[in-house]
């Protein structure tokens, strides 16, 4: 029972997303039944095909969540040459995926993890879950959590050697506030550091707003088969 308490959650990724693609799926399939009772065929076989590929779309998700995102973690972790001293900063931290991995990594270094911890992106997203992950990994004395958007971090200039995020930035709405967030990763980076961001869509623009930040940048991906939907890595250094 006692592991049971202390085993982390890493809850599950867009979970109104995944929950809106299987009632829509079995919504498709009861119709389908509905319309071959009516003796419909061809609306029947439409009706099936959509709640088919819903329900396969809402399983890949779930999958991602409770299984890839661990490999994608080790993924972009894996890009960094770890020297175990580093400072490093997490964007959209959740309940600490990126920021723990990161964690593991370190021997005299630390990592901050930054979010707003809104419950729509990730399942039981709240900061006391954070720390609860956190105690439950044994990396607690390694790491510090701030309630800070990504678009208006408060840290100095240069505080970072890495900078790691997946699935945070586009949840910014607005375009403008995105290469906002992408300034203050460019900001917050020492020179010689790295920023790895994951994310599904708008990669490019954020490969566009480093690079106008004087950073060295290239997309790794598509990603697709430990992944849905499939993401890249844009890659970003800092000259030294």
Not at 146 to 170: I, K
Request: glycine letters at 12%.
């Amino acid at each position: 029972m006692c592991g049971a308490m202390t085993r982390p959650d890493y809850g599950v990724d867009a979970p109104g997303v995944i929950r809106g693609l299987t009632l829509g799926g079995l919504a498709g399939v009861v119709l389908a039944a509905a319309s071959l009772w009516l003796a419909s065929r061809w609306p029947a076989i439409g009706l099936l095909v959509v709640g088919a590929v819903l329900l396969a779309e809402a399983g890949l998700m779930r999958r991602y969540a409770l299984h890839g995102k661990f490999r994608h973690r080790d993924r972009i972790l894996g890009r960094v040459q770890w020297q175990g001293d580093e400072h490093v900063l997490d964007v959209g931290t959740g309940r600490g995926l990126l920021l723990i991995g990161a964690a593991k990594r370190l021997a005299g270094g630390k990592a901050v993890g930054i979010d707003i911890w809104n419950a729509r992106d990730l399942s039981g997203n709240a900061i006391d879950g954070t720390r609860a992950n956190l105690a439950a990994e044994g990396v607690a004395d390694r790491c510090e959590l701030r309630s800070d958007p990504a678009q208006d971090m408060a840290f100095a200039d240069a505080s970072f050697d890495v900078v790691v995020s997946n699935l945070c930035l586009h949840n910014i709405a607005s375009g403008a506030e995105r290469d906002r967030a992408c300034r203050h990763i460019a900001r917050v980076l020492k020179p010689g550091g790295v920023a790895l961001v994951s994310d599904l869509m708008h990669v490019r623009s954020y490969a566009r707003a480093f690079r106008a930040a004087g950073l060295a940048t290239e997309i790794d991906g598509p990603y697709l088969w430990d992944v849905f939907p499939p993401l890249n890595i844009v890659i970003a250094r800092k000259p030294a």
